[in-house]
Structure formats: structure tokens, C-alpha cells
């Protein structure tokens, strides 16, 4: 009797152990994991002006919120962009599971060259785990105030594009339709041998 309690007692040891584990484990993997993507576009305002928008967005595609969400983007140097509107840097209470937060800002270029931008961070708080931080996706060059294709001759190829893709069927039955015509018409180099 002394040893079937014993057994008893070991085996509900090892199921209260083991349920501990398995909670601190679940506990454990209840983590944010943030998916930050930024993209920046270039937009010419007039000739020797052109303005970036910067648009960052985070998701939360983890089991837990987080808390105290804080975006910074430094990489824009104050020598070769100016902030039109926006501010490089946001911060929000708190991202749920699912859920997505955006910013933007726009920036004028200063200076011409190609420019490479770095990661945006973002730091964010887990009750659980402190402070963690999460980087963004990193963006294409840009190739600030370059030279471009004038507009004018940009401009006749498009028109012409279009036109060809519009009317590209129709020509080709049409150039078909000559081409047969052309065929029966035009005597064959059999018939004027036997005359």
C-alpha cells in the first residue's frame, strides 16, 4: 500500500512538473515578432527638385501584443534632405497580434547621387522580456536628381505604345488581307513562261 501511494504520488509529481514546463514553454513562445518594411519612392517636383516619400509599415504576426512601439529612421542626413512633412522618428502604446501601424514622412533633396539607405529600427516592450528591437527591410538605392529621359521624347514612345496596343490586331489582319490580295493579283513567273 506504501509503495502504490509512493508511485501515485512520483507520477502526479512528474504531471504537476510537467505541466509547469509546458505552461513556462507556452509562455515563453508568446512573443511579438515584428515584420517591418520600408519603401521609399522618388518624385520630381521640378526640374532640380525632388521629393522622397518614405513609408514604413510594422506587423505584428506574433502571439502577444506589444507595448511602448518606437520607429526610428535616422539614415537621412540633414546634408542632402530636408524633411517637408512628418517626422522620422513615431511612437505607439501598444500593437496587437494581426495588426498593422504605418508612418510616413516626404523629404527634398539637397544634392544629386545615388543615396543608400539603411534600415529603419524599431524597439518595442514584451512584459515578459524587457525591450526588444526589430530592423526594417532595407530600401533600393536611390538615384537622387539624375538625369533622366526628356520628357517630350518619353512621351512619343508611350503614345506610340499605346497605339500599337491598341490597334495591333487590326493591322495585322489588315497587313494579311494586302499580302493575299497582293498574292492573287500579281502574276505567278509560271504564266508568263507559257505565254
Known sequence: MEMGMRKQRSVSALVFLALISASMATSESEVPFMVVHKKASLSSIKSGVQRVFVTVDIYNQGSSSA???N???DTWNSNLFEIVSGNTSKSWAKLDVGQVLSHWFELKSKKKGLFYGSPAVVTFRVPSKGVLQAYSTPILPLDVLAETIPEKKLDLVMRLSRLVGR???QFSVLSIIVT???LMVT???ASKKKR
Open 67 to 69: 507595448y511602448d512601439v
Open 180 to 182: 493575299f490580295v497582293y
Open 187 to 189: 502574276p505567278s513567273k
Open 71 to 73: 520607429l526610428v529612421d
Open 167 to 169: 490597334f495591333g490586331p
